[in-house]
């Protein structure tokens, strides 16, 4: 998949593409089956699938002073484009002078001079331009004008109820990772440097790799079953989320404990997925009742990834 940042200066082989356009948050269901049907129609006119993507989050730049809790940071939503079969992605930067752009203009310089695009793909409820006073109707109207294609996708749903990234927050906030992995599609990570900590798991015999959690971050405090992939390799183990009740109730800190794993991750970038939850954080009455409970919590997580 070829990236492109911006729409100015775009080279002819690259316009002319269906584009999906959104924030895709999370990449999740309702996210997929929009991007299926970009790649449906790009095969069908013989043209380019594509999607555009704002950057940073609108909500980011509007709120620059707010937590936004993002479930998937650019670099992990390329890599899930990418693996969804899109050859094309245009990461358009959020700035200023976007933000100024009204619904029409957007739509003539950015998709019509600056990409040239041979159609849009976009959700029922996809809002754009100055003061969200873009929408479908508007879209469909600009593509029979201007002469490009428009498909407004309806919300896609389970059991009544329309996939979308609020939903996917809500779930994780309550710690159930499985039922935000099945609106993902997959399971939710969490990607980060490992940083040094207090040493306290080592002392008990559980090493683990300490993860700053990004900005914003909602997850439900206590054990996971977990997945963890870098240099190319997956390692199963179990994670600790929360602020260490039985020592200090300090700051949330994601630990990660690799199984039949020796090695110096320090420095090292990695993704944590998240599998299973096992149980919630609370505060033990000795260190010796917590390792007790460590043990268990470790055997509970191989068996829960060993049936995965």
């Known amino acids: 998949?070829?990236?492109?940042?911006?729409?100015?200066h775009v080279a002819p082989i690259y316009r002319g593409a269906a584009l999906a356009i959104g924030n895709f948050d999370g990449v999740h269901r309702g996210?997929?089956?929009?991007?299926?049907?970009?790649?449906?129609?790009?095969?069908?006119?013989?043209?380019?699938?594509?999607?555009?993507?704002?950057?940073?989050h609108p909500r980011e730049f509007f709120q620059p002073g707010e937590a936004h809790f993002r479930l998937t940071p650019l670099k992990r939503k390329l890599a899930l484009f990418s693996k969804l079969g899109l050859q094309l992605a245009f990461v358009e930067p959020f700035d200023a002078e976007l933000a100024s752009l009204t619904g029409e203009d957007f739509i003539e310089r950015v998709l019509v001079a600056g990409l040239g695009v041979g159609h849009v793909v976009i959700g029922y409820d996809f809002y754009f331009g100055h003061k969200r006073g873009g929408n479908p109707e508007l879209m469909v109207r600009a593509g029979e004008e201007l002469g490009f294609g428009v498909t407004v996708m309806?919300?896609?749903?389970?059991a009544g109820e329309a996939y979308s990234?609020?939903?996917?927050?809500?779930a994780l906030a309550q710690g159930d990772v499985k039922g935000a992995a099945h609106m993902l599609g997959e399971p939710w990570r969490v990607m980060g440097r490992v940083v040094g900590g207090a040493q306290r798991g080592t002392s008990m015999g559980f090493p683990t790799a300490n993860v700053p959690m990004p900005k914003g971050t909602t997850l439900g405090h206590g054990i996971y079953a977990v997945r963890t992939h870098f240099n190319g390799q997956a390692h199963d183990g179990a994670a600790y989320l929360g602020t260490r009740p039985t020592f200090d109730d300090g700051k949330p800190v994601l630990e990660v404990f690799l199984f039949d794993f020796a090695g110096d991750l320090y420095g090292c970038d990695i993704e944590v997925e998240f599998i299973d939850f096992i149980r919630a954080d609370r505060k033990f009455h000795s260190t010796e009742e917590?390792?007790?409970?460590?043990?268990k919590d470790i055997a509970q997580a191989r068996d829960v990834l060993s049936a995965v």
């Open 1 to 8: 998949m070829h990236v492109i940042h911006g729409h100015k």
């Open 31 to 56: 996210h997929r089956s929009l991007i299926a049907e970009t790649s449906r129609i790009a095969r069908a006119k013989s043209i380019s699938s594509a999607v555009m993507v704002f950057e940073p």
């Open 154 to 158: 309806p919300p896609i749903a389970d």
């Open 165 to 170: 990234s609020s939903g996917v927050r809500l």
């Open 290 to 295: 917590l390792v007790e409970q460590m043990e």
